[in-house]
């Protein structure tokens, strides 16, 4: 962002606790993510939302939209990235159904969206293992790191007029 931006002012501030799950997010999420004040927000916490399933992790991703859009906060949701435990092409496996469930509420709420479980798939589609992106059984190495990156900034443009 800030070669894209090399005048802007740009703190990024991250919230995340690791091993979290969006209804624990959802919890601290006005005291601990909104007090920043964020022009931005990104959601990620579906790898972590298997163990509380997909009804309480749609509940706690409506309640931070709902917040952040009445606060008038850009929100980009995120897909999950790739894990050797899931079975990534079988629409049944908890994380692509956690996927589709991220891809539906960024169309029902307008908000951008981010699919590294997609980027993840063609990548592994276009004959490339999945451990090419992974540090470990369920995170991103740099290269799963930079993939997602990429399309991230996508949302990030630069206005040619000014």
Known sequence: LKERFPHAVIN???TAI?????????ERFEAEVLTHRPDILLIDYALND???????????WVSMIQQAQSRN??????TPTGDHRAELNDPDDSLN????QIRKLARDYEVGLVDSFQLFKDYIEAGNSLDDLMSQVNHPN??????????LLDWFSVDEKN
């Open 12 to 14: 990024v501030i991250v």
């Open 18 to 26: 690791g091993g979290e799950n969006s209804v624990r997010g959802a």
């Open 50 to 60: 298997r163990g509380v399933g997909l009804e309480k992790a749609r509940d706690a």
């Open 73 to 78: 906060i850009k929100v980009i949701l995120l």
């Open 97 to 100: 159904q956690h996927a589709a």
């Open 142 to 151: 740099r290269k799963g790191h930079d993939l997602v990156t990429v399309a």
